[in-house]
């Protein structure tokens, strides 16, 4: 078992920026591939970007590439979420996904555990 606990969302104006975190439970993390996703309201959950456990090379979505960063700390047992240059649309409740495969994968159904979510906020 994982429990995946996210921080760092808010209110942040168009430009700004905001680091989200995702803290780990469990002795596995190291070997779990992980995942942020993001669902506005009255929109389907969509990834972000994800990052695989054995340091390959981090995957983003078009619409963050550039401006998002995926990063972790198997030490710490934590994934961050470095968002840049934040734009109104990207206002949602961003979540933090766990995964036992050795890929990324940009689906839903194949991540295992899920944190509550944190709330961004940027407003124009």
């Known amino acids: 078992q994982v429990q995946l606990v996210e921080s760092g969302g808010g209110l942040v104006q168009a430009g700004g920026s905001l680091r989200l975190s995702c803290a780990a439970s469990?002795?596995?993390?190291?070997?779990?591939?992980m995942g942020w996703f993001r669902q506005a309201p009255g929109k389907e959950r969509e990834f972000v970007a994800g990052?695989?456990?054995?340091?390959?090379?981090?995957y983003y979505a078009d619409s963050v590439k550039g401006r998002f960063t995926i990063s972790r700390d198997n030490a710490k047992s934590t994934v961050y979420l470095q968002m840049n240059s934040l734009k109104p649309e990207d206002t949602a409740v961003y979540y933090c996904?766990?995964?036992?495969?050795?890929?990324?994968?940009?689906?839903?159904?194949?991540?295992?555990?899920w944190g509550q979510g944190t709330q961004v906020t940027v407003s124009s």
């Open positions: 996904a766990a995964d036992r495969s050795d890929y990324v994968s940009g689906r839903t159904g194949e991540y295992d555990y």
């Open positions: 469990g002795r596995t993390f190291r070997r779990y591939t």
């Open positions: 990052m695989s456990w054995n340091g390959g090379s981090p």
